[in-house]
Every structure is written in C-alpha cells, then in structure tokens.
C-alpha cells in the first residue's frame, strides 16, 4: 500500500525523532555521564531501528542456515547488497552483535550528527590519506576485535535499479588487512518499501534476509583481493536471488 501525504509527514516526523533522539543520547552519555557503555548503545541502536522499520510497518523474515556464531575476539565485516535506505536499521535488528556501520567520512562533519556517530563507535576509513588511514585501519580492527560487527555495503552506494551493483575494493582490502571474517548477506525487498531518490513510502512489504556462509579473509593476500572480491560478490548474487 502506498502511504499517502499525511502517512509519509509521519514517517519522517518518527525517523528525525528517533535520529535525533539517539544522537542527543550518545553525546549526552560521552559528554555528561563519562562513557557510553556499547550494550547500552546497542539497545538504542536497536530501538532506532525499530522505531524506522515500523514505522513503515515492514514485515521481515531471517534465515540463517548456517547458525551464525561470532567468536570472541574475530574481527567480523558483514557485507551485503544495498537497495534502500532501510537496509541499514534492518542488518541493526538481523544481525547478532554490535553492529556499527562504516560510513563516509564527510558524514562524520554534520554538526551534531556527526559527532554522535563517532561517540557511538562507526568507524570511517580515510584512504585519501595513507598514514591516516593507518591509523583508521588500527583503529577499526581494534574496534573489531573488541566486538564490534562492522556493515559495509561493497557496491558503496544504494542500487538505483533494484539489481546488484559493482563491487569497489576497499572493503575486500579492509578485510584482508584486518584479518576479519566477511559475513555476506542478500537482503531482498527493500526496494519496494522506499525506492532510491524519492520519498514514495510504501508500507506492510514483505522483506527476506538471509545470512551466508562465512568468508575467512585472512586465507587470502592483497594480491588475490580480487579473488575475494568475486567469492563475496558471488555469494551475495545467490542469497540477494540474483545468482
């Protein structure tokens, strides 16, 4: 069904809110109560995307063949395909753990948001500058390897045509020089909830999430990240259904 005029005004009155509302959280725990502990940030983080995903009333089913289990100590990267901006709050409630999104690092500039993204842990890689991104590099996989589940979507941006997209390297890379284990994942039906550029709501769509076979990137070197590359791509055309 397709939200009318006065439906779409309360979808984004719910998703600036509860955007709003964990951003003044975060900052409020890092600036006024000394910390902001993760498990504490993974219940709001949760209930952010709760609040998104239901607000659109999207009806969604997880399957994971493979019993998924993450190891203490393993840096984990899930990756999957991107079709619609409520892919992100919906790996939030699928998948197991803390997940944090690497994002760009322009978002980390916005006044506010930005710094209530960095205060609760998503991590940005800046490649344009090498001895930076060191640092980056150090400081997402000791992130990782703490327990924080990174998201990165590969194709580096929503579909604009429903279909799987090109593969850039970066997160291959990244996975290969942390040692993480990719988690590849399709997500399917998001594209009929808010289709890309637009603001054409549809509501009580039906959407499937399945986990994949874990990848071990430190098998590979960076000479072979293009091997990596097609494993992951290949295993996520098969779980997306467009193998």
Excluded at 81 to 87: A, E, P, V
Excluded at 134 to 143: G, I, T
Excluded at 171 to 182: H, N
Aim: net charge positive.
């Amino acid at each position: 069904m397709r939200a009318n005029i006065f439906k779409k005004l309360w979808i984004l009155l719910v998703t600036v809110y509860a955007t709003l509302r964990i951003t003044l959280i975060v900052l409020y725990r890092v600036y006024f109560r000394g910390g902001y502990p993760r498990e504490f940030g993974d219940r709001w983080l949760r209930w952010w995307a709760g609040r998104l995903v239901g607000a659109v009333r999207i009806r969604y089913e997880v399957r994971d063949p493979h019993r998924l289990e993450l190891r203490p100590g393993t840096p984990y990267i899930v990756m999957s395909n991107h079709r619609s901006h409520y892919d992100i709050p919906l790996m939030v409630l699928a998948i197991p753990g803390s997940i944090r999104m690497l994002t760009k690092k322009e978002l980390f500039r916005v006044p506010l948001w930005g710094r209530g993204m960095k205060a609760g842990e998503f991590v940005s890689v800046d490649r344009s500058d090498l001895e930076q991104a060191k640092k980056d590099l150090a400081a997402a996989r000791e992130k990782m390897e703490s327990g924080v589940v990174l998201w990165i979507s590969p194709e580096g941006t929503r579909s604009r045509t429903g279909r799987l997209g090109p593969f850039k390297k970066g997160g291959v890379i990244m996975a290969i020089e942390s040692g993480a284990t990719i988690i590849p994942v399709g997500i399917q039906g998001t594209e009929n909830v808010l289709p890309p550029k637009t603001l054409d709501f549809h509501l009580d769509r039906q959407v499937e999430i399945e986990i994949g076979e874990p990848i071990d990137a430190s098998r590979f070197t960076l000479e072979r990240k293009d091997e990596l590359l097609e494993e992951v791509r290949s295993s996520i055309a098969r779980l997306c259904g467009e193998a």
